[in-house]
């Protein structure tokens, strides 16, 4: 963009979920936060960044990103998220596999988790891990459904 170039101007919100329905809102943040319990941080804000990718999500992108940098996230890392699969040694065998279970989860356009990416995180990942990591990967599917619909503006989110 160039210095006489203006930015197109912000959408506005169809509605403010969080204050038009506070117990749903209050319920999905409790839901979240159980559900990453006893998960790495770090793996944690990969899955929510790159499921927000894959449903198109710009608000959730913004405050994740966001947030995995302020924990110490490189911006490589962040970045080769939408090409994992191409650059797999920017991340470890459980990040890999949570990312490829996220998208399994994330895209169900053939019906099912296919048995070989449920059995690939199920080898780096224990029962209980493993049932947290579904529940992460829910919430922030559920979370990117609520963002988009209400159609919420990424760019102002300034962290927790």
Known sequence: ????????????P??????????VYKAMAR????????????LLELVRIRASQLNHCAFCLDMHSKDAL???????RIVQLSAWEESRHFYT???VAALAL????TVMTDGF?????????????DDTELAQLVAAITAINAWNRFAVTTRMVPGHYSGR
């Open 1 to 12: 963009m160039t210095t006489t170039e203006t930015r197109l101007q912000e959408h506005t």
């Open 14 to 23: 169809r509605l403010a979920l969080a204050e038009l329905a506070p117990d």
């Open 31 to 42: 839901f979240s936060a159980a559900a990453g319990a006893g998960l790495e941080p770090a």
């Open 70 to 76: 302020a924990r110490g996230e490189s911006v490589d």
């Open 93 to 95: 065998a459980r990040e």
């Open 102 to 105: 996220t998208e399994a989860v």
């Open 113 to 125: 988790v296919p048995d070989d990416v449920w059995s690939e995180a199920a080898e780096v990942f």
